[in-house]
Every structure is written in C-alpha cells, then in structure tokens.
Nanobody, 117 residues
C-alpha cells in the first residue's frame, strides 16, 4: 500500500485549498483514513479521520472549517480546507489504518500548506 498526497501550496488567510491522497491497492474501502499535520517546531497532530463506514472526526481546531471525504471508486481521500488561518501552516500527511486496531500504520510523504496573513 502506498499513499500519495497532493494539493498543498501557498494561499492567503481566508482562502480554501483541497488536499488529495491517492491510495494504491485493492482494499481502500476497508481502510480508515486520516489527515495529520506538523507545523515547524511542533509535533505531528491529528486533523481529521474518516472511517470505513464514512464517519468523520475532526480536531477542535479545524471543526467547521475542514471537511474530510473519501471516494472509494477513486481510492482517494480528500481534505477540503476553508477559511484557512496562518496557524494552519504545516506539512499535511495522509495515513491509512489497514488493520482492526486504532493505529495508522501506512503514511504518505506529506504536502506543504502555507497560509500567509
């Protein structure tokens, strides 16, 4: 299984951006998927997850501004980011939970999102 994140870039505060994560393999619909981010000098943090049954979960810091979704026909998970803030600046990583536990065991390479004020 490989994950390829894309869609990052430089935007202004208040703008929107959509990240995509393409997943190789035949069992995408069986995976829980998530987005995480790591800002400069900080630890990686949870942003959003979506379960196999399409149930989303969000960090409080992005709730109401970000939307996670998945397209099982395209083996892709998305993160729609609206009303971006400078504090959203980070490298964003997608991850897959391929087993029955809570651990995200497969990670993509990350895509940089920079929000200017």
């Amino acid at each position: 299984v490989q994950l390829q994140a894309s869609g990052g870039g430089l935007v202004q505060a208040g703008d929107s951006l959509r990240l995509s994560c393409a997943v190789s393999g035949r069992s995408f619909s069986n995976y829980g998927m998530g987005w995480f981010r790591q800002a400069p000098g900080k630890e990686r943090e949870f942003v959003a997850t979506i379960s196999r049954s399409n149930i989303p979960s969000y960090a409080d810091s992005v709730k109401g501004r970000f939307t996670i979704s998945r397209d099982n026909t395209k083996n892709t998970v998305y993160l729609q980011m609206d009303s971006l803030k400078p504090e959203d600046t980070a490298v964003y990583y997608c991850a897959a939970r391929t087993g029955s536990g809570l651990l995200f065991d497969i990670w993509g390479q990350g895509t940089l999102v920079t929000v200017s004020s």
